[in-house]
């Protein structure tokens, strides 16, 4: 019915397609995507989903890791346990999609990929936790969305992540992100809550320990040296970070990395 594993995707891939739905969803590096014809980019704050029988395709970067998720492209019988989750579950496959994700849900990913990893022989914990991912992805993605007739400010979250990414090892401050957004400080705040369902503080430290923790895992940078490429104004301070924000120190992260 469902299943999940992490893997590294290849950098060349042969267009393919199967029987069920599936869900890829990236824990570090990136990848090209092209669904159905369409390309896309996969990062750690996207999915792609791929409905049954839809031609597609990933290349993945030189360093990268995935989640991947398995879905039968059928509905569990109504008398059949947890048949409401793949209900719910399989409306995610409608359509090809690549969406985004929040920094809640991006986070759960991650933690997710930690678990899995520890207990890669358990495919009961693989697959609870792959379920909840979807189920949590599904309720988002079925919200009630807004009145499109009213004119409101957007933001755009890749142009905002990509500003931060070009000035990683910077101060950087909400002032700056609500220029590039040309907001005011203050609208900006709301604006943001609304899109990213976080705070631009939050979304600033998530980035950089994102950015952190690739080079953790795939670089043999001191951890000084990585602080300062990451904004952090020292090694102390990426350590505190990461040890409330991701349960770890940057030593446990580099042991605990394949």
Known sequence: MLSARLQSLPEFTHQHRHEHHQAVISVYGGAEVS??????????????????????????????????????????????????????????????AVVELDTHLQQLVQLSAGEIRRSSGDEGIRNHLATAILLALSERLNQALPDPRAKRPTLDPETLRRFVLEHLSQRITVEDLAGIACLSTSRFHEVFRET??????????????????????????TVASISSRTGFSSQSALTTALRKHRGMTPSELRLRTP
């Open 35 to 96: 669904v159905d014809g369409r390309e896309g980019r996969l990062d750690t704050w996207r999915a792609c989903l791929v409905p049954a029988d839809v031609r597609h395709e990933f290349s993945g970067a030189r360093e990268n890791q995935v989640l991947v998720i398995n879905v039968d492209a059928w509905h569990a019988g109504a008398d059949e346990a947890r048949h409401r989750d793949f209900v719910v579950i399989n409306r995610l496959f409608q359509r090809p």
């Open 196 to 221: 990213m369902a976080t705070s631009p503080h939050q979304f600033l430290m998530n980035t950089r320990l994102d950015q952190a923790c690739q080079l953790l895992r795939t670089t043999s940078l």
